[in-house]
């Protein structure tokens, strides 16, 4: 008898349990889960990989016939380093490089900063068609 007693109000009390459980579940509803449309990384990597290997593959010869061309700044038909400036003369620490075309870390610099440009403009692009 004691276990009919026992069980009874058990019995009673889990289904009032269930019941909360369920007006909890029924009232939050089915969860949205909100996902970027791109992956920040995979775009941010994918613009410098392209622009990076444009700058090394497909601009870094047209650059380098433009400052042929263009030769060096002079002043009374001399270049500066020529006319004592000794400040004018290129640091051999930037210049010097062991990549066969010449690509040189200011090329890495500017290549990789018009990379991440790129990759915001992208980004923010998607961003804001997606909101409205």
């Known amino acids: 008898m004691a276990s009919m007693l026992s069980s009874a109000p058990r019995v009673g009390l889990l289904s009032k349990v269930d019941n909360r459980k369920a007006v909890r579940a029924s009232s939050r509803g089915t ?27 497909a601009f870094l010869p047209f650059q380098r016939q433009c ?11 001399v270049s500066h380093a020529e006319a004592g400036d000794f400040r004018a003369q ?16 200011v090329d890495v610099l500017m290549w990789g900063s018009v990379g ?10 998607n961003a804001s068609l997606r909101v409205g």
């Open 31 to 57: 969860r949205q889960v909100t996902r970027a449309a791109f992956e920040t990384q995979l775009v941010m990597s994918a613009a410098n990989a392209t622009c990076l290997a444009l700058g090394r593959w």
């Open 116 to 125: 991440h440009v790129l990759g915001f403009i992208i980004l923010a692009t």
């Open 90 to 105: 290129e640091a051999a620490f930037i210049t010097s490089t062991n990549d066969p075309a010449g690509f040189t870390l």
């Open 67 to 77: 400052v042929e061309r263009a030769g060096l700044p002079t002043q009374n038909g």
